[in-house]
T-cell receptor, first 112, second 114 residues
Framework: GENVEQHPSTLSVQEGDSAVIKCTYSDSASNYFPWYKQELGKGPQLIIDIRSNVGEKKDQRIAVTLNKTAKHFSLHITETQPEDSAVYFCVAGGTSYGKLTFGQGTILTVHP | AAGVIQSPRHLIKEKRETATLKCYPIPRHDTVYWYQQGPGQDPQFLISFYEKMQSDKGSIPDRFSAQQFSDYHSELNMSSLELGDSALYFC?????????????FGEGSRLTVL
């Protein structure tokens, strides 16, 4: 089955700095890579996704990159704000209906 | 906008008891998914349903069963509860069985087994 590795497990930045989270996946058949943000006591919320036919996607302060050859994908958050503090999960899917494989999560803390 | 509704939000049970979690998908969504998230862990896929039929199965214990009803809501039944079943249980829904459709997650049901 699919295996997703996510780094770092914790990330602490100052407000206004950039944050980068990196993931690798194992199943070359995976072709859908969403990123979810989970705040304390809440369910995961989709913040951005990328499909295998695209190498990069940007939405305001958030960007994702995908390297299918190397099976790497990354999340970049620029101009971080305290409300960006949460757990971020990278996810690989596309090989089975709704059967998403989550990474281990990154606890992002943005200090004012 | 209406979201995925899960109930109860919190549930406390004793070992060997039975628990039932309910999930009401976003209106018009016909596919539901159940995930289990242990403390400090990532969500693990349990099972999914499309049009009231099981569509895929993950790491769901044999003690657990689930179904989707004609109004598309779903119930996860857990029997012979064990301490290790203590977790957050998320339900997600989507429109259609798309491999790459967005999943909308509910707020979760926290089960504590004593």
């Amino acid at each position: 089955g699919e295996n997703v590795e996510q780094h770092p497990s914790t990330l602490s930045v100052q407000e206004g700095d950039s944050a980068v989270i990196k993931c690798t996946y194992s199943d070359s058949a995976s072709n859908y890579f969403p990123w979810y943000k989970q705040e304390l006591g809440k369910g995961p919320q989709l913040i951005i996704d990328i499909r295998s036919n695209v190498g990069e996607k940007k939405d305001q302060r958030i960007a994702v990159t995908l390297n299918k050859t190397a099976k790497h994908f990354s999340l970049h958050i620029t101009e971080t704000q305290p409300e960006d503090s949460a757990v971020y999960f990278c996810v690989a899917g596309g090989t089975s209906y709704g059967k998403l494989t989550f990474g281990q999560g990154t606890i992002l803390t943005v200090h004012p | 906008a209406a979201g995925v509704i899960q109930s109860p939000r919190h549930l406390i049970k004793e070992k060997r008891e039975t628990a039932t979690l309910k999930c009401y998908p976003i209106p018009r969504h016909d596919t539901v998914y159940w995930y289990q998230q242990g403390p400090g862990q990532d969500p693990q896929f349990l099972i999914s349903f499309y049009e009231k039929m099981q569509s895929d199965k993950g790491s769901i214990p044999d003690r657990f069963s689930a179904q989707q009803f004609s109004d598309y809501h779903s119930e996860l039944n857990m029997s012979s509860l064990e301490l290790g079943d203590s977790a957050l249980y998320f339900c997600a829904s989507s429109l259609g069985m798309s491999y790459t459709g967005e999943l909308f997650f509910g707020e979760g049901s926290r089960l504590t087994v004593l």
